[in-house]
């Protein structure tokens, strides 16, 4: 046994510890499915990373950066991570403030609708049905590679070992892990960029040879590689694609299930914003790292197949023995992070969204709760069996699911005073269907819809306009009413000084992120490029109207708005109003 499949059982082991260690805390339900509500910023932090950069960041997408996208992917900002932002303003603290069990729950209590739950826990089931269906088959790769274990007894090891651990846990469980897995691949990433990149002489060498690599010869561009035999026909093809996507993800960010969820265990308000600033930073740099490291991976071969294999290759050639292994320790972590996350939503979706016990008795519903997680994941296993992995286009495909259909539901419940329980009931279906159908079709060739028309798009503006339309021939009723204006009363004791201060530092770093990676970006990336390009200005200036410079200058353009509106919205919603007292003279 060589120390890359130590590492890897030894994270398992570690996993399997802090597993049977959460689990002893469970004292019930809340502790179960929400940590008792009372997780700090660091956990929030942790849990929200760990469960988006899965198997498909570490192993999907940055086999696709390695293979065609790589100056596409390093240079696009960050357009999605933003949703942390907009999703904790404008959702995920209303989330927290309704002391729901489930976002599915928030959604029955918000509507006064056992249907409109019901209807968002299926979509949880299929959507992140999927997700562990990638996650999984991503794990029983990284074994396969690594152990003597063949693909079919890494799935059936992985499997025990995600299940065994979720089925005790739990939530409580999850966030712990979720945070020491998160501080190990987000190291780790970096580390692996050093190694990688110092293998060809530092970034700048690595960059001008990339430039004119003749095997891949428009990898370094804005828009990678595109035209016969590749996803996009044009530029303009994936300019189309890489915005709509980026929109769709910010949604997912701001409300699928497994990031909005985790703001219902946070401690309070203000960890709901913090961690959502925190986590876009985190894992925006975090995927520039990866994706950087991925891509230098094509000047030591430039042949890996399949690409999802890019970092294992490159941890066990281009890193020193240790480091490559604890590398391959950390995607083992966040692949079995992600699975836990995606299993524990899915039991918990079933047991407290689709069939909701009628006993209060916690420790019967706890056992319920472990009993259905069993059995959804029985099923993940068996599918896994038979559906061929693709970890990219699979993860892309079940992601995007809920920013169709739950998006524009999430955010009216909160701020519209028109939508209806009716209205968010077919919303969230007619968003689901018109983005699976479409997506149906078009994988299967029956019909070839142009990049404008991008199902995640086509299902958003269908679940809006049915959302529209149902709630004109409807009425809200009083229940519903007085429920959305019980969202908007905060706290008391969230209007606290030196809290609202300390949150508001956070805004300040979200300001700094975005100026300075595109400090970064033009330095590092956009001047280097255009010198070996020969496409500067007079003067060996930058050309400033070029994609390369606009796009790292997008990076200030969305980061510090966002900044910038979150400063003043912590100030208006949580600074205590000054009492003002004026003595009357007789």
């Not at 089931?125 to 997700?131: D, I, N, P, S, T």
């Not at 530092?202 to 010869?217: A, Q």
């Not at 279906?429 to 079709?441: E, H, K, Q, T, Y």
Request: one cysteine or more.
């Amino acid at each position: 046994m060589d120390i890359y499949s130590v590492s890897i059982l030894i994270s398992m082991v570690v996993y399997l510890v802090v597993g049977n260690y959460a689990g002893r805390k469970v004292k019930h339900l809340e502790d179960y499915f929400v940590v008792g509500r009372n997780a700090p910023t660091l956990l929030i932090v942790g849990t929200l990373v760990a469960s988006v950069l899965s198997t498909n960041a570490f192993l999907g997408e940055t086999g696709f950066s390695y293979a065609s996208q790589g100056g596409a992917y390093i240079l696009w900002p960050a357009i999605w991570v933003a949703g942390y932002i907009y999703g904790a303003l404008f959702f995920g603290r209303y989330l927290r403030r309704s002391k729901s069990l489930t976002v599915a729950e928030f959604f029955g209590h918000r509507f006064n609708s056992k249907s409109v739950q019901a209807a968002a826990g299926i979509t949880i089931v299929l959507g992140l049905g999927g997700y562990l269906l990638a996650v999984t088959q991503g794990t029983a790769v990284i074994l396969s590679q690594l152990t003597p274990l063949t693909y079919t007894q890494g799935l059936i090891a992985s499997w025990l070992c995600y299940t065994l651990f979720t089925l005790y846990s739990g939530s409580r469980g999850v966030v712990i892990t979720d945070t020491i897995m998160f501080l190990l691949f987000t190291i780790m990433s970096f580390v692996a960029l050093y190694y990688i990149v110092d293998t060809h002489g530092g970034w700048l060498s690595s960059l001008t040879d990339l430039i004119n690599l003749e095997s891949k010869p428009q990898l370094m561009t804005w828009h990678g590689m595109v035209g016969s035999g590749t996803e996009w026909k044009t530029p303009r093809d994936y300019f189309i694609w890489s915005i709509i996507t980026g929109i769709a993800w910010s949604f997912v960010a701001a409300v699928s299930p497994w990031q909005s969820s985790r703001y219902l265990m946070a401690k309070s308000e203000h960890v709901v914003i913090r961690s959502a600033c925190i986590a876009a930073i985190i894992v925006a740099v975090s995927n520039l790292a990866l994706f950087a490291a991925a891509t230098v991976v094509n000047l030591s071969k430039d042949d890996i197949f399949p690409h999802e294999q890019t970092m294992i290759w490159a941890a066990m050639n281009m890193m020193p023995s240790i480091m490559g292994a604890l590398l391959l320790a950390g995607v083992m972590a966040a692949a079995l992070s992600s699975a836990t996350t995606f299993l524990s939503l899915v039991g918990f979706s079933v047991s407290n969204d689709i069939f909701p016990q009628k006993t209060k008795d916690d420790k019967s519903l706890l056992r319920f709760s472990r009993w259905v997680m069993l059995v959804v994941g029985i099923i993940a296993l068996l599918i896994s069996f038979f559906f061929p992995p693709n970890l990219f286009w699979l993860a892309y495909y079940v992601g995007t699911v809920f920013a169709s259909s739950w998006g524009p539901v999430a955010f009216m419940s909160v701020w519209s005073k028109s939508i209806t329980a009716r209205a968010a009931y077919w919303g969230i279906i007619s968003g689901f269907a018109g983005n699976v159908i479409l997506r149906f079709l078009d994988s299967w060739g029956w019909i070839d819809l142009p990049s404008y028309l991008n199902p995640i798009l086509v299902g958003g503006l269908l679940s809006w306009v049915v959302i529209l339309l149902v709630s004109r021939l409807d009425e809200v009723s009083e229940i519903e009413h007085s429920r959305r204006q019980g969202l908007h009363q905060i706290p008391p004791h969230e209007c606290n000084k030196k809290q609202t201060k300390h949150t508001q530092w956070v805004a300040i770093a979200v300001i700094i992120f975005g100026i300075g990676l595109s400090v970064l970006q033009l330095v590092f990336y956009v001047y280097p490029y255009q010198l070996a390009t020969a496409t500067l200005s007079e003067g060996n200036q930058i050309n400033w109207f070029t994609m390369e410079a606009i796009l790292a200058l997008c990076w200030a353009g969305i980061f510090v708005p966002c900044g910038i509106g979150t400063y003043k919205i912590i100030a208006r919603s949580y600074l205590p109003v000054p009492v003002i007292s004026m003595d009357k003279k007789s």
